[in-house]
């Protein structure tokens, strides 16, 4: 018998993700709080619940795709919640990027109703997204990691598996602060060379051309060409999972040197008014910060 | 007519950067302050000369891929130096890596003879100069660069044309500074993982399968899988090429916060006694600064 | 009439101040988690209560003095916390180390309750408290900071005020960041020094000649040359209030380069087993990192 | 017999030092670039030298008071330079700050004329230096310095002895290192509040009661209040010094984490254009960073 699937958090990366769960032939129950996103899942033949209860209720596994710590904490709680219509045997998949520890901390929440927890957050943007090729990066029970696998398949080209619940996350955090390091370093890079008056171009096809040649590098080149930051990630994402990475490394004793520097980047861009443009816009700051 | 080629400095690049050029043809004089690496070019046809004055009064170009500023110092000066050797109408390429403010003052100097000054240095290490693939980033009149295309060309793939003397030394110190910053963030990240309990070979596989995918994370993986750090390109060079990039951000105000840290890793593996390994080696250090 | 106060938390720091209140002839009921370190308390005339809400039961005034955030909310919560015993008209003094985010929070909640909440921290360590001698940062309400002024004065030789509740915790971010860096600062000179060959006496004797003589540098000199670092103030305390000064930074949109740099030092030691040392020990961290 | 003392250098602090030395009855003579500033000399009795030759051949000990390597170089060098001049038995003491490598390599230049090198730069500005208040940090031979300090004590109120050439400008690197450090460190935190939005005044009156109160803070209290930043030190030197810190720390292997960041801080106030403004102005470019 098909699993009956709850999806809960339907923004730009969960509205995809569910579609493609209910192009998989899944029975889908979905819950956005802007209620208006829900719809495109109704035409694809989801039911729309209206409370997170009801989602748990409706379903033998539950997937979270939500904004961070606080979006998941106002859906888990209170008599609508999620915990309020959660029973024993069901399965919580939480692909929102959160701190391993947080990860820890929401399974043993509900070890209580005996239901067991898989972190799996995932490698990619949009439109990876959009087109199922999302790689997914799962902490938890290898026995269910493994039963689940056609069902993240759905939504991904690769499901790696991390170890217990949280390692999903510890492995995002280690992905995504090289991630966030990688653009603000070749940001670095590319300000310095302006300053000595090289062709950015120039410099951008020299650095491609070379062993750091990368997918990364090709996407924001001509964003730095144009000085054109259209967001596939939005800055103000990096900079909370740069966020996250800081206090995994305080947590777990790592040092971060770069981390820390690469963070006062991000969030300075904040403030220039960058959040919603592409994480490589983290370069004009250096460009404010240079004589 | 043939040129006539002059090349100073038979290092572990000089060396088969020298034999490329005369297997291409070219009539090569060579000199080495230790004179058995000399041997080869002479089994290769090369003329050793015993003075750089004579590698000077011998050629039409001067090539030199020496250690750095001391070394090339050294050479030039003094009765038997080249300056003493040069003459009107001839060409210096400079392909060891220097600041842009050293090139410039190089050229300087060179200009009371009526010598052209162009720097040249190169991306890529050992391997790429055996096989004269090598990326040559070239600086100075475009005329005389374009002229000696051919002659680059023997030991590179590419020459890509940076403007002015002192501005191929300054796209070298843009993409070391991004060499030198990428190596460092990944030991970071794989540290930060290992420290959470993941695995390492993991993590590589993880992050090479998305957009970081690049051959210098794959040149890097088995030696931080296997923590074993063969010197493809020596840990002190890339410590020197990141010193001279954070002096030429000091000298066109170019603010560099990644760079900094990054710097201070290095070093801090020169003092644990890495100089020799390759640079990935810097991963050592942050494992000796978490706890 | 007395006030009846109430006071939670009999550390290192709560011990000696409490006894001053009692000193002070107030009446006062204390609780402390570990019930052996009330008996002094109760020697001097206090009641020892059994819960935290029966201090609060028994009291006007509640004052909290715990080793943060999560000690805050152990005695907060639950049947027999101090929520439970709380009544309208009551005010809340918390001298505890924690974020401004934290103590507005803490405000929020016990407004439900009408009680008013005042955060003040104290700057200095053991012998002040023991002398009566800090200096209490207070944010709240301004009259009825005024009001208390009496009860704070057997604690401390002065209080600032610093405006809404919440201003208190930030006067002791400001202060102890300041502190951190300094204590950082003058080990990396000492550090730089000693490499130099210089005597480490004659280092800080100039240092403590010049315009940068000051009592912290007093304190600290002695350790700085004997290698000892008995603890004024423990580093792993030193450490959280940096962490929550950069928590603090974040959430206001302050850069904060040299408290990142700063953090990552004092973490590292903790790494290194100095936690119960003083901060100055960060010393150890600089050794470690140089050749 | 009296000796006979060169001066070398008559800018904001070669001035009123050199007029301190010919109030303590020394023959003098002495030497500026631009020769306006030699008048206040000769009218003080001073012998003004057309060259720096000349100064050499007509004393005893000279003085250097310039600002920096360069500038130092500009006068030793060529037919008319110090170097021409000097002889056997005499005495260099160079004041100007410079980094303990400059310091040793010009001592072996001179020692080929068999010229004693003293290295003795100053900690204290302007003001002390008019009131003969400096504290002269001094390397070298201990006998030579010992029978120089009567000359020494007109400039200085106290001579610190460092140990062998080129200690004292190690000396001045771990003090103005420490200095740096700290206006950055307190302009870092007065920010933090500010952004917090606490009061800067309070904050100043806070910090300077406690354990950190210190005349450098006190100096620097009114520019952080009135935003105001007349130069007592103007910060390029601050900036200048801290260069040769890092340097220095570079030299021996010294990691000095937060000079690093305390250096972009200063070179990016250059970029602002604040070279001239004391180096409190430091503080402006966290109000720029901070959103």
């Known amino acids: 018998m098909a699993l009956r699937v709850g999806f809960v958090g339907l923004g730009i990366m969960g509205q995809p993700m569910a579609q493609n769960v ?61 915990m309020a219509g959660m029973r024993k045997g069901q399965i919580l998949i939480n692909m929102s990027t959160v701190s391993p520890q947080y990860s820890k901390q929401l399974a043993e929440k509900i070890t209580s109703k005996s239901v067991v927890a898989i972190d799996a957050p995932v490698s990619g943007s949009r439109k990876p997204a959009e087109e199922g090729a999302l790689v997914i990066l799962a902490g938890g029970p290898k026995e269910q990691v493994t039963e689940l696998e056609p069902l993240l398949m759905c939504m991904g080209k690769k499901v790696v598996y991390c170890g217990n619940v949280g390692q999903g996350s510890s492995m995002k955090m280690a992905v995504n602060l090289l991630l966030g390091t990688m653009a603000a370093g070749i940001s670095e890079a590319v300000n310095l060379g302006q300053k000595c008056g090289l062709d950015t171009a120039t410099m951008l096809e020299t650095m491609l051309a070379g062993p750091m040649g990368c ?63 592409d994480f490589a816009a983290v370069k004009k700051v250096f460009e404010r910060i240079s004589d």
Not at 243 to 266: C, E, I, K, S
Request: hydrophobic share 45%; no cysteine; proline share 6%.
């Open 22 to 82: 209910a192009e998989g032939g899944y029975e889908l129950t979905v819950f956005n709080r802007s209620s208006e996103k829900s719809k495109p899942l109704a035409d694809a033949g989801a039911t729309v619940a209206p409370t997170p209860k009801a989602v748990a209720e409706a379903s033998d596994v539950i997937i979270l795709m939500l904004a961070g710590p606080e979006a998941i904490d106002a859906v888990f709680e209170g008599p609508e919640g999620l």
């Open 215 to 277: 997918a990364l590098f090709e996407f924001k080149k001509p964003m730095l060409i144009d000085d054109q930051f259209s967001a596939q990630f939005p800055l103000k994402h990096m900079t909370k999972d740069i966020r996250f990475a800081l206090q995994t490394a305080d947590d777990n004793g790592a040092m971060v040197p770069l981390g820390h520097a690469v963070f006062q980047l991000y969030r300075q861009s904040i403030g220039l008014g960058l959040s919603d443009m």
